[in-house]
């Protein structure tokens, strides 16, 4: 792809999501997702392969109905109530069916069919901004709007997420499968606090961010696509593969990791909320996406595939990403004890 053409299109992107963040007005915010949806498209079919315009269709068509949906409410709760502004959203049937035009967009369970297929179609730079930056705009409008959605509604998503997510992902052994299924588990957690304390939503957004962001950067710095070339990458990069294994407990939430703070702080505010069971079958699904973030860690550390390729070995080289990585690696795993900053911070 031409440069002049690559740095149009992730201009594109930019101002889709930051048009979205800054309009009152849902019109507005409307043209700054179709313009994200819009600016992705041709990173997606660059690699000109029938599994890449696969994933380029069902992605458009699934964005084009969210978007259409989003619109539909919006117009309807103008007609209804005479308000275009974004917090102003107040009609019941529309406010449902925008939730379900956002969660659409964000492949949230039930509606989370499109997001393994599309991920597995897309080479890893794709797969990272559709995994990071795509979810931004979708999830602060959710947030801006939170007073008025459906508890129970968002609840039932998010217990369907985090099971879903943790179920599917178990039989994968395509890495960008997996970090779809993570994906969805993760907008579980971030969906159930949604309506309770959205300033926790914003920090557990934040914090898988930067852990996905992570991932797929070391994916793409071993070139493994799958569980069996992520375990060569030992032999590859030794440091970048130890990293690895870290940072994917951090993902499963496991203690002393960054990963675990946003879990324990929901936990702790939906117990506040009296929302014992809930919070149990959230936490119980949760172990599904530990084991096979497990799993992983245990094809990276304990395990040796026999290297039959002529490749020398890299990881004594000089990599021009190293500094941004390693301060990466150091949030990744190392922010749990400024937890009770951050809880004054939100409170």
Known sequence: MSPYALSIIMSSLATGTMLTLASN?????????????????PLMTKTHHPRATEAATKYFLMQALASAMILFSSTMNAWFMGEWEITSMSHPISTTILTIGLTMKLGIAPFHMWLPDVLQGLNLLTCLILSTWQKIAP???????????????????AILSTTIGGWGGLNQTQLRKIMAYSSIAHLGWMTLVLC????????????????????????????????????MSWLKNPVMAASMM?????????????????????????????LIAITTIIALSSLLSLFFYLRMSYSISLTTSPNISNTFSIWRQNNKNQMFMS??????TLMLPITPTLINILN
């Open 25 to 41: 007005h849902w019109f507005m915010a409307w043209m700054g997702l179709e313009l994200n949806t819009l600016a992705i498209i």
């Open 139 to 157: 999830m602060i409008l959710m947030i801006q709007i939170y007073p008025q959605l459906n508890t129970n509604l968002l609840i039932v998503m």
């Open 196 to 231: 309770f304390m959205p300033s926790l939503t914003l920090l557990n957004l934040t914090i898988y961010m930067m852990m996905t962001t992570l991932m797929f950067l070391m994916f793409m710095n071993t070139m493994s696509t799958t569980i069996n070339k992520m375990a």
């Open 246 to 274: 870290i940072v994917l407990m951090s993902l499963g939430g496991l203690p002393p990791t960054t990963g675990f703070m946003p879990k324990w702080l929901i936990i702790q505010e939906m117990t506040k909320q009296n």
């Open 327 to 332: 301060m990466m690696i150091i949030l990744s």
